[in-house]
């Protein structure tokens, strides 16, 4: 159903496209820079920078699903008469890459936990991939084994020397290594109206802190950026995900400029030494700039100085670590809600953290004795902090409000092997044992969760006669780290958007009409 709507909407931009005379260009994996035009698919350019340096005012740039490995950079891209567009063609399938799989690695002799390997271009980092860690250089080999999860590189005999986080061997993880990018994945000067959409950015950082950019902030430009957006206007970064770089992605206005919307991002696991450091989204000189669905872990979110009389907010968004407005008297943090820490300096509202400002209908946890979180929230070890329908927040806020980002809403479905049939399933402590009895109830836009265990029934879902444009999805969802098995046979009838999430299936799956 999402590929066939996006896909629609893809057909309906280009027919506007061909409307307005604004043109379209490609790029792809197979493409050519040197005998390609990059007006259709066919003739696509190879590079995504050759497709940027296309771009006037109101063009648009498709990226076909693939890998590439380069910095793109462009200066006054776009204009306040037209949206320019940078977009993947599916969102999530074309990835921008700074890193290139590391070599095999060999121990060192006269060292317990030190690997070495023939490399031939200076590594700016070492990045465990399977455990989301970057390793940082080290002056000298010596230093690498006394420095667990740390690299040094020697220039001269073109060898790279590695310990490993765990002290284990190599080959138990994935590594990539980081290599030289003074501007990062994607750095835009002075964009206005532009619009970046569904790309993933990785492995862009550097051993060395980088000197400041026309005259930028330290902050920012000491570290590598997957995106770093610089004194824009009007510029949305949409549904992209960057992580394991320097820094994720960096926006800076400044008086005049602004205005810009970050939203729908996945960012994690972006770490530098040098500037901000576990930087994933970074805000500077904000001037009415929004923040908003951000999902953020292992790093923080955070807006610091703002322009005088800016209006600018974080929203909506969730994570494990730091949101931070730290930019001026005109901010709000609004419906956050994070494990870690939540600092504002002036409105943080309707949100949930370990601890952090106060505010209105604010949920701390730290303050709140014999907290249960497994029967106040739907499913707190994957962060969705929405209310069961037996939760103190409920109703415990100013005037009567539910306290926390999520008014409680009866539309959050609990089974477990111990439940009951006969109970109202709105609950944890009130769930529902069989899956044909929450199959009775589901519809658009619920989310039914199952407790760890097997769930041995064979069941059917049916949802026809909702019109697949306007179905919201129903999730079905394991709930928490432990296994979900389901060993009957699930039958899917006309089924339109269900969403399957942490469930192991061991019997068939038959769907027919969906």
Same mark, same amino acid.
């Given at each position: 159903?999402?590929?066939?709507?996006?896909?629609?909407?893809?057909?309906?931009?280009?027919?506007?496209?061909?409307?307005?005379?604004?043109?379209?260009?490609?790029?792809?994996?197979?493409?050519?820079?040197?005998?390609?035009?990059?007006?259709?698919?066919?003739?696509?350019?190879?590079?995504?920078?050759?497709?940027?340096?296309?771009?006037?005012?109101?063009?648009?740039?498709?990226?076909?699903?693939?890998?590439?490995?380069?910095?793109? /950079?462009?200066?006054?891209?776009?204009?306040?008469?037209?949206?320019?567009?940078?977009?993947?063609?599916?969102?999530?399938? @074309?990835?921008?890459?700074?890193?290139?799989?590391?070599? #095999?690695?060999?121990?060192?002799? %006269?060292?317990?936990?030190? &690997?070495? *390997?023939?490399?031939?271009?200076?590594? #700016?980092?070492?990045?465990?991939?399977?455990?989301? !860690?970057?390793? /940082?250089?080290?002056?000298?080999?010596?230093?690498?084994?006394?420095?667990?999860?740390?690299?040094? &590189?020697?220039?001269? =005999?073109?060898?790279? &020397?590695?310990?490993?986080?765990?002290?284990?061997?190599?080959?138990?993880?994935?590594?990539?290594?980081?290599?030289?990018?003074?501007?990062?994945?994607?750095?835009?000067?002075?964009?206005?109206? @532009?619009?970046?959409?569904?790309?993933?950015?990785?492995?862009?950082?550097?051993?060395?802190?980088?000197?400041?950019?026309?005259?930028?902030?330290?902050?920012?430009? =000491?570290?590598?950026?997957?995106?770093?957006?610089?004194? *824009?206007?009007?510029?949305?970064?949409?549904?992209?995900?960057?992580?394991?770089?320097?820094?994720?992605?960096?926006?800076?206005?400044?008086?005049?400029?602004?205005?810009?919307?970050?939203?729908?991002?996945?960012?994690?696991?972006?770490?530098?030494?040098? %500037?901000?450091?576990?930087?994933?989204?970074?805000?500077?000189?904000?001037?009415?700039?929004?923040?908003?669905?951000?999902?953020?872990?292992?790093?923080? @979110?955070?807006?610091?100085?703002?322009?005088?009389?800016?209006?600018?907010?974080?929203?909506?968004?969730? %994570?494990?670590?730091?949101?931070?407005?730290?930019?001026?008297?005109?901010?709000?943090?609004?419906?956050?809600?994070?494990?870690?820490?939540?600092?504002? !300096? !002036?409105?943080?509202?309707?949100?949930?953290?370990?601890?952090?400002?106060?505010?209105?209908?604010?949920?701390?946890?730290?303050?709140?004795?014999?907290?249960?979180?497994?029967?106040?929230?739907?499913?707190?070890?994957?962060?969705?902090?929405?209310? #069961?329908?037996?939760?103190?927040?409920?109703?415990?806020?100013?005037?009567?409000?539910?306290?926390?980002?999520?008014?409680?809403?009866?539309?959050?479905?609990?089974?477990?092997?111990?439940?009951?049939?006969?109970?109202?399933?709105?609950?944890?402590?009130?769930?529902?044992?069989?899956?044909?009895?929450?199959?009775?109830?589901?519809?658009?836009?619920?989310?039914?969760?199952?407790?760890?265990?097997? &769930?041995?029934?064979?069941?059917?879902?049916?949802?026809?006669?909702?019109?697949?444009?306007?179905?919201?999805?129903?999730?079905?969802?394991?709930?928490? !780290?432990?296994?979900?098995?389901?060993?009957?046979?699930?039958?899917?009838? #006309?089924?339109?958007?269900?969403?399957?999430?942490?469930?192991?299936?061991?019997?068939?799956?038959?769907?027919?009409?969906?």
């Amino acid at each position: 159903m999402f590929l066939k709507v996006y896909l629609t909407l893809f057909l309906t931009l280009s027919a506007a496209l061909s409307a307005a005379g604004a043109s379209e260009y490609f790029v792809g994996p197979e493409g050519s820079d040197q005998t390609h035009d990059g007006r259709s698919r066919e003739t696509a350019f190879a590079t995504i920078q050759r497709g940027v340096d296309a771009l006037e005012t109101g063009d648009v740039l498709t990226i076909k699903p693939g890998e590439y490995r380069e910095s793109v /950079e462009r200066a006054d891209l776009g204009g306040e008469d037209a949206e320019t567009v940078i977009r993947a063609h599916i969102p999530g399938t @074309v990835l921008l890459r700074g890193d290139v799989e590391a070599p #095999q690695f060999e121990p060192a002799d %006269g060292y317990r936990f030190v &690997y070495k *390997a023939p490399f031939d271009r200076e590594a #700016q980092a070492v990045n465990e991939v399977d455990t989301l !860690r970057i390793f /940082e250089s080290v002056p000298n080999v010596p230093d690498v084994e006394f420095n667990p999860g740390s690299f040094h &590189y020697d220039p001269d =005999a073109q060898m790279l &020397y590695m310990s490993t986080a765990d002290l284990q061997p190599p080959e138990t993880h994935r590594y990539t290594i980081s290599l030289p990018a003074e501007r990062g994945g994607l750095f835009l000067e002075r964009p206005e109206r @532009v619009r970046i959409e569904g790309l993933s950015v990785r492995g862009f950082n550097g051993k060395e802190p980088l000197s400041r950019l026309h005259g930028g902030d330290s902050h920012a430009d =000491a570290c590598v950026w997957g995106i770093y957006i610089f004194h *824009a206007k009007d510029t949305v970064v949409r549904d992209v995900t960057a992580y394991l770089n320097g820094g994720g992605i960096a926006l800076m206005s400044r008086p005049g400029r602004g205005g810009n919307l970050v939203e729908n991002c996945n960012v994690y696991a972006n770490h530098s030494r040098h %500037g901000e450091p576990n930087a994933n989204i970074f805000g500077k000189r904000t001037n009415n700039d929004i923040l908003r669905r951000i999902y953020s872990y292992k790093g923080k @979110v955070r807006f610091h100085v703002a322009i005088d009389g800016s209006e600018h907010r974080i929203e909506d968004s969730r %994570g494990w670590g730091l949101f931070q407005d730290k930019a001026g008297t005109g901010g709000v943090i609004s419906g956050v809600a994070t494990t870690g820490v939540i600092s504002g !300096r !002036r409105t943080v509202h309707h949100s949930l953290m370990r601890r952090g400002s106060a505010g209105e209908n604010n949920i701390r946890l730290n303050e709140e004795s014999d907290l249960d979180m497994e029967r106040e929230f739907a499913d707190p070890a994957n962060l969705d902090f929405r209310l #069961q329908s037996t939760s103190r927040f409920r109703g415990s806020g100013q005037e009567g409000a539910d306290r926390g980002p999520y008014p409680y809403e009866p539309n959050i479905f609990y089974l477990a092997p111990r439940g009951d049939d006969e109970a109202d399933g709105l609950s944890i402590d009130t769930a529902w044992a069989t899956l044909q009895r929450a199959m009775q109830e589901l519809s658009p836009g619920d989310t039914l969760y199952l407790e760890e265990g097997p &769930y041995g029934a064979d069941f059917q879902l049916d949802m026809d006669g909702e019109s697949e444009e306007a179905a919201e999805p129903v999730h079905i969802r394991g709930r928490g !780290r432990e296994p979900v098995r389901i060993t009957g046979d699930l039958q899917i009838e #006309q089924g339109r958007n269900f969403r399957f999430t942490r469930l192991e299936f061991a019997g068939a799956i038959d769907i027919h009409g969906g």
